[in-house]
């Protein structure tokens, strides 16, 4: 009688616990700031479970999707959505990464899955330099028109 009740008491404090908890905000900010982990996680876990040799290796092109995409997620979620604008590319890489991980690690190495992973981080690497291009990089193209006009006009020789 007196072990029920000592295990009672405890599911009872724990309750009240987490009513308190529940009330002050505490698991709507952890579930506001922290709810990526639930993409990473299965993300990370179709990994081990490949790895532990339990699921074939197809398993790791949605892996490597939901890795890349809770990463953005938590970033932006973090550091603010107005990042997203800059990362959006990286949408096309996490199928570029799930799919080359299905080449790496499967036995037969379809080759159809390294081409399209290929293509697909050219995709990306491409959607990246525009971004960069569109947004900052403008003013690095402006400094080295500065750099080589200046060179240009300090040199001793001739160069045209």
């Known amino acids: 009688m007196i072990r ?26 952890i579930g506001s700031v922290f709810w990526p982990l639930f993409i990473l996680v299965p993300g990370i876990l179709l990994h081990v479970l490949y790895f532990g040799r339990l699921l074939p290796a197809a398993t790791l092109v949605p892996g490597g999707i939901l890795s890349v995409y809770a ?8 550091f603010g959505w107005g990042y997203m604008k800059y990362l959006w590319p990286f949408f096309i890489f996490g199928l570029a990464v799930g799919l080359y991980e299905y080449y790496t690690f499967d036995s037969s190495h379809p080759r159809s899955a390294f081409t399209i992973a290929a293509v697909l981080a050219g995709v990306w690497a491409l ?8 947004s900052w990089g403008i003013y690095l193209i402006a400094i080295a028109l500065v750099a080589i006009g200046g060179w240009m006009m300090v040199s001793k020789k001739a160069r045209w």
């Open 127 to 134: 959607c990246m330099l525009f971004v960069l291009l569109w």
């Open 71 to 78: 990463l953005v997620f938590l970033f932006c979620n973090w």
């Open 4 to 29: 029920n009740q000592y295990s009672a008491g405890i599911i009872i404090l724990l309750a009240g616990i987490a009513i308190l908890l529940g009330r002050m905000g505490v698991f709507s900010f």
